[in-house]
């Protein structure tokens, strides 16, 4: 079955740029879409179609897929990003999730 | 503002049915198709399965046959039943929606808070 694998964690400094990756076979192929997940709140699609962004999502998000590679770049970023983020990925017929990613703002 | 909200028995014992109903409110269920995804406790997300509008559904294979979803349209609800559940079943389970329009760019644009089950005897 299709894996993706995110690093379980990363850290930032306030206003500084993050980088979260997203690894899997020919990912560039596919579309990534990108999920934040804080305790006790509904997660938050914040990246679908590889670059595009809900609306209310703020612009400091972006995100990219190619190669093998999708990741999603948080700008500037600020303390309330702390959290969890989830890649998705469809292939063949069912949905795949990465292993998430801890992001932490110091 | 559309909302979902999950609800169900927090503790269910072992080898019993697992159910679960997402409520719908500020929309209807037509057109989009509505997941059941889950997240042990530790553990990252897991896809567990989706239902259309029009009632087909996908099921995750690793849950083999012990899962069915339905729709109930004059409630606005989802509903999740897994049967014979372990202690591995214990997550917390959302409730996710996704457009339409996707095909191979699947992704969940709205999400409910989710509800933690536990399975213990």
């Known amino acids: 079955s299709y894996k993706l694998t995110q690093p379980p964690s990363v850290s930032v400094s306030p206003g500084q740029t993050a980088s979260l990756t997203c690894s899997g076979d020919n990912l560039g192929a596919k579309h990534a879409c990108w999920y934040q997940l804080k305790p006790g709140q509904s997660p938050l699609l914040v990246i679908y179609q590889d670059h595009r962004r809900p609306s209310g999502i703020p612009e400091r998000f972006s995100g990219s897929n190619s190669g093998n590679t999708a990741t999603l770049t948080v700008s500037g970023t600020q303390p309330m990003d702390e959290a969890d983020y989830y890649c998705q990925a469809w292939d063949i017929d069912t949905v795949v999730f990465g292993g998430g990613t801890k992001l932490t703002v110091l | 503002q559309v909302q979902l909200q999950e609800s169900g028995p927090g503790l269910v014992k072992p080898s019993e049915t697992l159910s679960l109903t997402c409520t719908v409110s500020?929309?209807?269920?037509?057109?989009?198709?509505w997941s059941w995804i889950r997240q042990p406790p530790g553990k990252g997300l897991e896809f567990i399965g989706y239902?259309?509008?029009?009632?087909?559904?996908h099921y995750n294979p690793s849950f083999k046959r012990r899962i069915t979803l339905s729709l109930d349209r004059s409630e606005n609800q989802v509903s999740l039943r897994l049967t014979f559940v372990t202690a591995a079943d214990t997550a917390v389970y959302f409730c996710?929606?996704?457009?339409?329009?996707?095909?191979?760019?699947?992704?969940?644009?709205?999400w409910g808070r989710g509800t933690l089950v536990t399975v213990s005897s």
């Open positions: 500020g929309d209807s269920l037509s057109s989009y198709y």
């Open positions: 239902i259309s509008y029009t009632e087909s559904t």
């Open positions: 996710a929606r996704t457009p339409p329009s996707v095909t191979t760019d699947w992704y969940f644009d709205l």
